[in-house]
Nanobody, 120 residues
Framework: QVQLVESGGGLVQPGGSVRLSCAAS????????MGWYRQAPDNHRDLVAA???????NYADSVKGRFTISRDNAKNTVYLQMNSLKPEDTAAYYC??????????????WGNGTLVTVSS
């Protein structure tokens, strides 16, 4: 089964930066889309950023201009660079990968999450 392992979370001050990593157990170009979601306590899990197999990216309005999603195919890793962090960014961040997006057999895989706390 596909495994996704996030790392890089922790405590950071407002205005600071952190880079999250998502290491996949298979070649990431095999996925139609990979992305980052976040979930604060008592909230739904919301899309933060996504990147498809062609390199097209999509961002939530709340993070545009501050976060950047990227990939390193050689390392089978997707990154989320987070700059100018705000307390509102505090959440558990989850990596996801989707295959078969345009079929009836789409599968979504999830990592276990990494916690980012933005606080002074």
């Amino acid at each position: 089964q596909v495994q996704l392992v996030e790392s890089g979370g922790g405590l950071v001050q407002p205005g600071g930066s952190v880079r999250l990593s998502c290491a996949a157990s298979e070649r990431i170009f095999s996925f139609d889309v990979m992305g980052w979601y976040r979930q604060a306590p008592d909230n739904h899990r919301d899309l933060v950023a996504a990147i498809n197999s062609g390199g097209t990216t999509n961002y939530a309005d709340s993070v545009k201009g501050r976060f950047t999603i990227s990939r390193d195919n050689a390392k089978n890793t997707v990154y989320l660079q987070m700059n100018s962090l705000k307390p509102e960014d505090t959440a558990a961040y989850y990596c996801s990968a989707v295959e078969g997006l345009y079929t009836d057999y789409a599968m979504t895989y999830w990592g276990n999450g990494t916690l980012v706390t933005v606080s002074s």
